[in-house]
């Protein structure tokens, strides 16, 4: 027999009315309902809005803006006239000291829990515009238009918005943009195009241009050309190979005088002004002196190395990926740095099986990506460090890992918050660990 049912009709979720009681660090509104935290996109503290669900979970759910029932004093016009199309920034509506607070707040906040007695220290910050030195844009081509466009992906879409300036990037790739746009209007294959990266470096423009097809003759000298008039490091990327076609490669100069080359698809950080006060700020609060055998964790090219080399005894900085790897030591010997060593290591094995980890090290510095470091925390509190510098892009694995790093016996010492991408969610923090 066969069984016949109508399936029910999954009932639409109307949209919710709220007051905004805070901001969190991400620059989302803050509102309870019936017990139930809502983080809300565009909504700012003392505004009343109806919003929509984006999702819901037991005990928090995510909500869009729909209609603002009454406005915040501190609401502001966002200087970007793409600002409500592009994803590229979220927190422009807010004012830069509310953007600045939020964060810092919730930092603050997350680590006392942990610990009490914690020295928070003021925050590192820049400029709020043109602080960006690397920019990537998807390029495509309108078939019905016949046009290149330039630009970045819409928020939560596929769709390309066009450009021709960004607000918050440097002067230099604002410059190049619209003559960029125009070149690429000349390309005899514009649906090989795939996307552009531009790197403001000390020694100039480097331009990476990715196409899906073997450059032709006629665009090749079109590129050239371009790239000897406007003074451009160009590099162009095809089936995965990159090949350099003009001007040197690019490089960048710490307030010591390190000079560090990279290639053009190198992880750089790229705020340029709060690197410099990164670096110098963790070298500070390590207190180096010559009798000091340094360690550093995820080090890349040896962005913080190299400088601390210059102060200690002898640093060895540890990468998993060996062409970083092989450019660390590279900057290093140009550097003339010759009391650091640098190895590719797994940091998810016991140090101690590793011929690095048989040194000893009696203060650490480590810069792990988003997802933290709780992997490598054991084999790291077995060193027994006395002192352990940890710079974080993400305030939920800090507070994850300062647990672990507490729990193996350390103190945190003290904490800044750096403001190294203003108008935007993200949140860069630097911390200090003592050993007890």
Same mark, same amino acid.
């Given at each position: 027999?066969?069984?016949?049912?109508?399936?029910?009709?999954?009932?639409?979720?109307?949209?919710?009315?709220?007051?905004?009681?805070?901001?969190?660090?991400?620059?989302?509104?803050?509102?309870?309902?019936?017990?139930?935290?809502?983080?809300?996109?565009?909504?700012?503290?003392?505004?009343?809005?109806?919003?929509?669900?984006?999702?819901?979970?037991?005990?928090?759910?995510?909500?869009?803006?729909?209609?603002?029932?009454?406005?915040?004093?501190?609401?502001?016009?966002?200087?970007?006239?793409?600002?409500?199309?592009?994803?590229?920034?979220?927190?422009?509506?807010?004012?830069?000291?509310?953007?600045?607070?939020?964060?810092?707040?919730?930092?603050?906040?997350?680590?006392?829990?942990?610990?009490?007695?914690?020295?928070?220290?003021?925050?590192?910050?820049?400029?709020?515009?043109?602080?960006?030195?690397?920019?990537?844009?998807?390029?495509?081509?309108?078939?019905?238009?016949?046009?290149?466009?330039?630009?970045?992906?819409?928020?939560?879409?596929?769709?390309?918005?066009?450009?021709?300036?960004?607000?918050?990037?440097?002067?230099?790739?604002?410059?190049?943009?619209?003559?960029?746009?125009?070149?690429?209007?000349?390309?005899?294959?514009?649906?090989?195009?795939?996307?552009?990266?531009?790197?403001?470096?000390?020694?100039?423009?480097?331009?990476?241009?990715?196409?899906?097809?073997?450059?032709?003759?006629?665009?090749?000298?079109?590129?050239?050309?371009?790239?000897?008039?406007?003074?451009?490091?160009?590099?162009?990327?095809?089936?995965?190979?990159?090949?350099?076609?003009?001007?040197?490669?690019?490089?960048?100069?710490?307030?010591?005088?390190?000079?560090?080359?990279?290639?053009?698809?190198?992880?750089?950080? &790229?705020?340029?002004?709060?690197?410099?006060? $990164? +670096?110098?700020? =963790?070298?500070?609060?390590?207190?180096? !002196?010559?009798? @000091? #055998?340094?360690?550093?964790?995820?080090?890349?090219?040896?962005?913080?190395?190299?400088?601390?080399?210059?102060?200690?005894?002898?640093? &060895?900085?540890?990468?998993?990926?060996?062409? $970083? +790897?092989?450019? =660390?030591?590279?900057?290093?010997?140009? !550097?003339?740095? @010759? #009391?650091?060593?640098?190895?590719?290591?797994?940091?998810?094995?016991?140090?101690?099986?590793?011929?690095?980890?048989?040194?000893?090290?009696?203060?650490?510095?480590?810069?792990?990506?988003?997802?933290?470091? =709780?992997?490598?925390?054991?084999?790291?509190?077995?060193?027994?460090?006395?002192?352990?510098?940890?710079?974080?892009?993400?305030?939920?694995?800090?507070?994850?890992?300062?647990?672990?790093?507490?729990?193996?016996?350390?103190?945190?010492?003290?904490?800044?918050?750096?403001?190294?991408?203003?108008?935007?969610?993200?949140?860069?923090?630097?911390?200090?660990?003592?050993?007890?």
């Amino acid at each position: 027999m066969v069984l016949l049912y109508t399936p029910k009709k999954q009932q639409q979720k109307t949209n919710l009315i709220a007051d905004i009681i805070d901001l969190d660090y991400q620059g989302l509104g803050i509102a309870k309902i019936n017990g139930k935290t809502w983080f809300i996109e565009n909504a700012l503290p003392q505004e009343k809005v109806e919003f929509s669900i984006i999702e819901e979970k037991r005990q928090y759910g995510r909500g869009k803006v729909k209609k603002w029932l009454k406005l915040s004093e501190q609401r502001q016009s966002p200087k970007c006239s793409y600002y409500q199309s592009c994803g590229g920034c979220q927190s422009q509506h807010i004012p830069l000291s509310l953007q600045r607070e939020a964060k810092q707040k919730a930092l603050f906040q997350r680590l006392s829990k942990l610990q009490s007695n914690i020295e928070f220290m003021p925050m590192m910050i820049g400029e709020q515009w043109q602080y960006r030195r690397r920019i990537k844009l998807s390029i495509c081509y309108d078939t019905k238009k016949k046009i290149v466009n330039i630009g970045f992906r819409q928020k939560s879409s596929q769709q390309i918005i066009p450009i021709n300036h960004c607000d918050v990037i440097e002067i230099e790739i604002n410059e190049i943009l619209p003559k960029l746009t125009a070149l690429l209007q000349q390309w005899s294959l514009p649906k090989t195009l795939g996307h552009i990266e531009l790197v403001a470096a000390d020694n100039g423009l480097a331009i990476l241009l990715r196409i899906t097809e073997n450059l032709t003759k006629n665009d090749r000298t079109l590129l050239i050309n371009f790239a000897k008039q406007q003074n451009l490091m160009l590099f162009i990327q095809d089936n995965y190979q990159i090949h350099h076609l003009c001007g040197e490669y690019p490089y960048y100069q710490l307030d010591d005088g390190i000079k560090l080359h990279f290639d053009i698809r190198d992880f750089i950080q &790229v705020n340029k002004a709060l690197n410099q006060k $990164m +670096v110098k700020t =963790a070298l500070n609060w390590l207190d180096l !002196n010559q009798e @000091d #055998n340094v360690l550093d964790l995820f080090c890349g090219m040896g962005n913080f190395t190299l400088s601390l080399s210059k102060k200690v005894k002898s640093a &060895v900085g540890i990468e998993g990926v060996s062409d $970083m +790897v092989m450019k =660390a030591e590279k900057n290093a010997e140009q !550097n003339h740095c @010759d #009391n650091v060593k640098f190895y590719q290591g797994n940091l998810d094995q016991p140090f101690n099986q590793q011929q690095w980890g048989q040194q000893h090290f009696n203060k650490i510095l480590l810069d792990p990506p988003r997802t933290g470091a =709780a992997f490598a925390l054991q084999a790291l509190c077995q060193l027994q460090a006395e002192k352990i510098l940890y710079v974080s892009c993400n305030p939920a694995t800090l507070v994850r890992d300062t647990e672990i790093l507490l729990n193996f016996g350390y103190q945190l010492k003290k904490v800044a918050m750096i403001d190294m991408f203003p108008n935007t969610s993200h949140l860069e923090s630097i911390s200090l660990f003592e050993r007890q």
